[in-house]
């Protein structure tokens, strides 16, 4: 796959042109299907992003799917687990939104916002908890 096309397609992504840099994730996604060539790094970056697109068109469905594929490409990719987290926990998927965020911790300590969003999905079941037992 073209190296430079997914540097376009970042770019694009950076400067808000979704719909420019959709169609660039598209055709990276589409090239590397048809050719074993590609590095998965790459591929799932182009899925993770696309994933990112979708996510800002609250299209979380789709999004979740895009970074599912993501993860199957490349399982040792914190970033497409948080941002998988992150729309679980939106749509109060309180279990499986820790479960990711345990496993960016687990691939990455550091991952400082994956801590943080942990603690706030635990914090949210809790509450949860407690309305329904009201």
């Not at 050719?35 to 799932?44: Q, V």
């Amino acid at each position: 796959m073209e190296h430079g096309l997914l540097l376009s397609a970042n770019a694009e992504l950076e400067q808000r042109h979704l719909e420019a840099a959709e169609e660039l994730y598209d055709k990276i996604i589409e090239r590397c299907e048809q050719n074993s060539k590609c590095s998965t790094e790459e591929l799932s970056v182009a899925y993770n992003n696309r994933g990112q697109i979708k996510y800002l068109r609250v299209d979380f469905y789709e999004a979740m799917d895009d970074y599912t594929e993501a993860i199957r490409i490349n399982p040792k990719f914190e970033v497409p687990f948080y941002n998988r987290g992150l729309i679980r926990y939106r749509l109060g998927f309180f279990d499986d939104a820790m479960k990711d965020f345990q496993k960016v911790l687990q691939l990455n300590p550091n991952f400082e916002d994956a801590r943080i969003s942990l603690k706030q999905s635990l914090v949210d079941k809790e509450e949860r908890r407690q309305r329904i037992q009201e």
